[in-house]
């Protein structure tokens, strides 16, 4: 037996391969949302019981935060010393990518101190929800640092695999599995594309470094584009479809409405700033040159997107699948600071979604408490009379559906305000009519939900709701009939898992709501209006933030 | 210490903020007191800040903007929320909070076992903190925010009591009439923006050459429309006098220290503007001696204590327009202070009155309270002597300094103030004769109170007056434990001993008599602010840097004010020598009190027939025409657009994953066009 004679030669081969100098500081926050999933995951793996969800939810709180302040010091660095890149080009470390950051941080943090009661709740309890959310999170803090177009395929892929199963979370609900099924095979084509995409920009280019393609069109012009801009075409359906831009949106309301609610509003931000971030880096600063091809499509896709997310979720009288709509909206208006191609239409995007993702967290914690156990009272009818029931929580979702309709003095109304001043601004004072139309149509779906909430409950009592048969399931769509609750097993276990949290799983009686605010919800859903209020009446800070969120490339 | 000026709105903003929240669970007189204490808080924050400004002695060190945070960046349109501490804010700022802390003090024992104690102080918290905000914001839009603060609290607390209809619309009205005052602030600052390109009032005033005549007077003019309506000048003031629904303190509140200031401030704030436009200045100095008239023969004629009050605060609001259009903006200061002072404590007395007659305001049925009720009968007595204008006291200096300075700019409009200034005295003095001399004609309310009070209620709305106890207060009533079978409702201002119910009236505990005591040792020496003997005693010189150098001493000799003041003081002495005789005795004088001046001028009912009809025939030519064609079909056509497009595209939701699929094809497929497209042209 003589040695295969290549051996050596691979041998010699492998140590020419350049291995490219790796700073661990530029990645370390990425590399704490890893490590923290691992850490749970495999703790939890030596436990005999399911680990303690308040442990879990410890554990996660603390990796965010010790992300969140690693991410602080980034943007600090950026701002003393100015952007880098590293990795032989692969990431890069500018005000842009800091500021992504620093919101998946506190996406992640939010969600998770939210999501916890809803897991005793629905007794899911486990780590395995709060393992997905890092992970995800730290595929889009990837897309967010990412330099080249196979560590935006990266992120993409890390964000959204753990989406699939978040969806699929709650395996007593079809819906949930349904919803996991549609969005994974519908990502998946999407990806598929999103590749293909990135092929035919590499062979019209010859590199996906992003720094790289913006210099090869500086540099060259190209007498037959074809190639490029088909490229640049699919890599668009697969930005589009991330953030759930018409008509690559089809399956967000589904999804939305099948998913864990908690699970939902992390989905509908981080998703969001992921795809949005790396979005508006890759066109903006790479292909700031095709910028006249680029610009009437993603004109037309912001349109469309405006108006069919505004329209058709005045129609919806599920709440899940109306934010699913609403949802579809905002990423409209996104998408107007993206088709403004200018510093100013970046930062209005980027603080859009900054003050989108604590308004759309903070209303799903709401819904996640009214749809009470078993997640299912989502019809427009669960939310009459809440005002009377629990004001507090009442309170928060009017606040923060003014925020999303863009009432003054929320930080909805400034991000609305810039990213229309942005697009005015770029000459697409069209496009900024059709923003503001919508906005106006959308309002009306806030207020009817803001409204139902004050109107008197049938007999004015806390039991009219039940005693006037209205079936929480009813309005669910595609759901089947309701299921039983929820096996005492499953109680039990939740109780246990309390510290400092009071068990909301017991409910007094069978059929009777239980509505009833956990602590955790409270600090999640204060927490994401208390931004929304301060930050609306005192916007300068976050909007400098945004604007000293500078990408490495600037147009 | 000057940074220390944000907290002057910020702690009664906090304060109705905590109220707001946590009001219900303090409970009854521990929310009356933190809401004084914030208000207070503010007061000493004032003090501070004014011994601050006092300390800088360089010119121009006595103007500070605090820049507190960039609010609209919008391009071009900047606007800061910033505070403008200058001498005429804090003098407003001194004034607002030290009367204000007076009259929450005094609410606590006024509103004594009102069903929404809490709910009051919260408004009124929210009140002081609006007015402080209008008065102190460094541009028209902060300025702009308090200004409307002030007028939607006005709303709430005018029709506080809101269960009764005339309280209802009464908030209205003050609402309303408001609002087309508004409209002039809008559309002024539009101009203003126009011209200038920025709202700030230090930027705006240094570019005056910005506007050509026209828009300057227009500007002003604009501003007067808003100062109106706030101020209650003619034709906006109908809504002063139905003001008074709201409960007493409330009333004192708007006349005395905020709301009604808010005016006469817009217009001072402005005198660099004013003093060029001329023309303008003439509408504002006539406009105002007529109202000080008008209001003035008003006053003069009418039955219930606090519409008389009413009308005497709108007639000196005449007054303070008469000096700005004059240019002597300090006067209108020193006016305004002054009858901070005794009309605050007029109010306050008449809370007292009302307070001991049970809720019973006409004053055919008072009559020698100054029996029963020692230290109001003194107290609004130094008021009365001071708005007449007796010398030494406060108005005499404060109506005085206007006067001279009318005289040295317009004999007709001295004239007409000179005038006025005998009808005040008058329509005062015959205020003081009915109730405070004279015979007892109370004696049926105690009577009746005692036993079952029905008859007492149907007698007092005979007469034509509203009983604002009777009906708000019953449901606390049944609310807190039973006493006897029979619940008085009058009684319901529970703060009374039970001896009073033996018939007599009686003064109000001390919280309410605090206030009267520290307002009547301010009505009384308030002139020496600005006595016009001496130029070293000159503490309202302060105000120079604001308005300029004064307009009256250039122009008078001693002698000539010495004459004025004399002639002051003869109309003060007619008024006064007319009025006793005549209504202490004898309370029924149909000829002295013409329906046309009982009916204000018939003014309310000519805005009614203009406006109210007018409105109604376009209503009702809008409705029958307008509406169903062309807005109704806009709308259903919006709705069914809206309505078909939303039905269509949602059936694109199948709930199929291979036609989403198809979807995200489909949209490829248009881009890839799209894009080869491009290639191809």
């Known amino acids: ?555 | 210490m000057i940074h220390l000026a944000y907290l002057l709105p910020l702690l009664p903003l906090s304060g109705a903020f905590v109220l707001g929240i946590f009001g219900r669970r303090l409970g009854e007189p521990l929310a009356g007191w933190l809401g004084t204490a914030t208000v207070l808080g503010s007061f000493v924050v004032a003090c501070i800040e004014f011994a601050a400004l006092l300390a800088r002695h360089a010119p121009g060190s006595r103007s500070v903007t605090q820049v507190l945070w960039r609010w609209i960046p919008v391009g071009g349109f900047q606007v800061h929320v910033g505070l403008l501490v200058d001498p005429l804010s804090m003098t407003m700022v001194l004034f607002v909070t030290g009367i204000s802390a007076l009259i929450h003090l005094y609410s606590i024992g006024y509103m004594h076992g009102d069903r929404d104690f809490t709910k009051f102080f919260v408004y009124l918290n929210l009140f002081v903190g609006s007015m402080l905000l209008l008065v102190l914001g460094s541009n028209m839009l902060v300025t702009f925010v308090g200004w409307e603060g002030v007028g939607a609290c006005s709303y709430w607390l005018i029709s506080f009591w809101f269960e009764r209809d005339s309280a209802a619309s009464a908030g209205k009205k003050a609402f309303i009439y408001n609002r087309v005052g508004d409209v002039g602030f809008l559309l002024a600052m539009f101009l203003v923006f126009d011209k200038v390109g920025s709202l700030d009032y230090h930027v705006v005033f240094a570019h005056l050459s910005a506007f050509d005549p026209a828009s300057r007077t227009a500007v002003v003019l604009l501003l007067f429309l808003a100062a109106a309506g706030k101020s209650a000048q003619l034709p906006l003031f109908p809504w002063l006098a139905d003001a008074m629904e709201g409960p007493t303190p409330v009333s004192a509140l708007i006349h005395a220290a905020t709301m009604v200031t808010a005016g006469v401030y817009l217009m001072c704030r402005f005198n660099p503007m004013l003093s060029g436009a001329h023309d303008a200045q003439l509408v504002v100095a006539s406009v105002g001696a007529a109202t000080a008239f008008v209001a003035a023969s008003i006053g003069a004629t009418q039955h219930d204590i606090k519409k008389v009050l009413a009308y005497s605060t709108v007639s000196q609001l005449g007054y303070m327009f008469l000096a700005i259009g004059v240019g002597a903006y300090e006067a209108a200061i020193f006016l305004m202070l002054a009858h901070a002072f005794y009309k605050g404590l007029l109010f306050l007395g008449a809370g007292s009155v009302i307070h001991a007659m049970h809720d019973e305001q006409d004053l055919r049925r008072m009559g020698n309270l100054r029996r029963y009720m020692k230290l109001t009968a003194v107290t609004f007595g130094t008021a009365w002597l001071a708005i007449a204008g007796i010398p030494p006291l406060a108005g005499f200096w404060a109506k005085g300094d206007v006067l001279d300075n009318a005289f040295a700019s317009n004999k007709a409009l001295w004239a007409i103030g000179l005038v006025t200034a005998a009808l005040t005295a008058y329509y005062l003095s015959r205020l003081m004769a009915m109730a405070f001399f004279g015979d007892e004609r109370w004696h049926d309310l105690f009577a009746t109170s005692a036993g079952s009070h029905g008859p007492a209620a149907a007698g007092s709305a005979a007469v034509g007056s509203q009983m604002p106890g009777s009906t708000m207060h019953a449901p606390a009533a049944s609310g807190s434990p039973p006493s006897g079978a029979a619940v008085p409702a009058p009684l319901m201002h529970g703060s009374s001993p039970p001896q009073h119910a033996a018939g007599q009236p009686h003064e109000g505990p001390w919280v309410m008599g605090v206030p009267l005591v520290v307002l009547a040792f301010l009505a009384f020496f308030g002139g020496a602010l600005n006595l016009p003997w001496h130029p070293s005693w000159d503490p309202l010189g302060w105000l120079a840097p604001v308005f300029g150098s004064r307009l009256y001493d250039a122009h008078q000799s001693a002698a000539t004010l010495w004459l004025l003041g004399v002639a002051d003081t003869v109309m003060a002495l007619i008024g006064i020598g007319t009025a006793l005789p005549l209504w202490t005795r004898q309370v029924d004088r149909p000829k002295l009190e013409p329906v046309f001046l009982l009916r204000a001028w018939y003014l309310d009912a000519a805005i009614d027939l203009v406006v109210s009809r007018g409105g109604q025939l376009l209503a009702r030519f809008t409705g029958a025409v307008v509406e169903p064609k062309v807005v109704d079909g806009a709308v259903t056509g919006t709705v069914r657009l809206t309505g078909a497009l939303g039905a269509g595209l949602r059936r694109v939701q199948t709930g199929f994953v291979r036609q989403y699929a198809l979807g995200v094809v489909l949209g490829m497929v248009a881009l890839l066009a799209y894009m080869i497209s491009r290639t191809w042209m």
């Open chain 1, 1 to 555: 037996m003589s040695a295969p004679p290549g051996i050596t030669e691979l041998a010699a081969a492998a140590a020419k391969l350049a291995i490219p100098h790796i700073d661990y500081l530029s990645v370390l926050p990425i590399m704490v949302m890893l490590g923290g999933a691992v850490v749970i995951l495999g703790w939890s793996s030596l436990l005999r019981r399911p680990m303690d969800s308040g442990w879990v939810t410890s554990l996660t709180v603390l990796t965010a935060s010790a992300t969140l302040i690693l991410s602080l010091f980034q943007w600090g660095a950026v701002l003393a010393h100015g952007a880098h890149t590293h990795i032989d080009g692969a990431i890069v470390q500018d005000g842009f990518s800091a500021f992504v950051s620093v919101l998946v941080s506190c996406i992640v943090l939010v969600s998770a101190v939210i999501a916890d009661s809803w897991l005793r709740r629905e007794g899911v309890d486990g780590p395995e929800f709060q393992v997905l959310l890092l992970l995800s999170a730290a595929g889009a803090m990837t897309m967010g640092v990412a330099n080249d177009l196979i560590v935006v395929f990266l992120g993409l892929e890390l964000l959204s695999i753990p989406l699939y199963v978040l969806a699929a979370l709650n395996a007593r609900r079809a819906e949930s599995g349904e919803a996991a099924l549609k969005y994974f095979v519908l990502g998946g084509f999407s990806s598929a594309i999103f590749v293909y995409g990135i092929a035919l920009v590499y062979g019209a280019t010859g590199t996906t470094d992003l720094p790289q393609i913006a210099d090869y069109l500086a540099r060259n012009v190209l007498l037959h584009d074809g190639l490029l801009l088909a490229g640049l075409a699919l890599l668009l359906v697969g930005f589009g479809f991330k953030v759930a831009a018409v008509p690559f949106h089809l399956w967000a309301p589904d999804v939305y409405q099948g998913s864990p609610t908690p699970a939902t509003g992390f989905m509908a931000a981080v998703a969001k700033v992921g795809g949005f971030a790396a979005l508006l880096r890759v066109f903006v600063s790479s292909f700031h040159l095709l910028q006249n091809d680029w610009r009437p499509p993603v004109w037309v896709l912001a349109c469309i997107t405006l108006v069919f997310g505004a329209v058709v979720a005045l129609w919806q009288r599920d709440v899940k699948r109306m934010l699913a709509y609403s949802s579809i909206n905002h990423a409209g208006f996104v998408l107007l600071g993206l088709q403004a191609a200018s510093n100013r239409g970046v930062a209005a995007s980027l603080y859009y979604l900054f003050v989108y993702s604590f308004m759309v967290i903070g209303t799903f914690g709401v819904v996640s408490v009214v749809g009470g156990r078993g997640d299912r009272r989502h019809s427009l009818e669960a939310y009459r009379g809440l005002g009377a029931r629990q004001p507090w929580l009442a309170g928060a979702l009017t606040i923060l559906l003014l925020a999303q309709a863009g009432v003054p003095f929320t930080t909805g109304f400034v991000a609305k305000l810039e990213v229309i001043s942005a697009a005015v601004h770029a000459g697409s004072t069209d496009l900024a009519v059709v923003a503001m139309v919508s906005a106006a149509v959308a309002a009306f779906f806030y207020l009817r939900v803001a409204v139902l909430m004050y109107a008197p409950s049938g007999a004015g009592s806390e039991h009219a709701l039940d005693g006037l048969g209205i079936d929480p399931a009813g309005a669910t769509g595609s759901s089947g009939p309701s299921m039983p609750a929820e096996a005492p097993v499953l109680v039990a276990r939740g109780e246990a898992g309390s510290v400092g949290v009071p068990a909301t799983v017991v409910s007094p009686a069978p059929g009777a709501v239980d509505e009833t605010i956990p602590a955790g919800v409270a600090f999640g859903v204060g927490l994401c209006v208390a931004v929304t209020v301060v930050f609306g009446i005192w916007p300068e800070t976050l909007t400098s933030f945004a604007q000293h969120a500078t990408l490495l490339l600037r147009p």
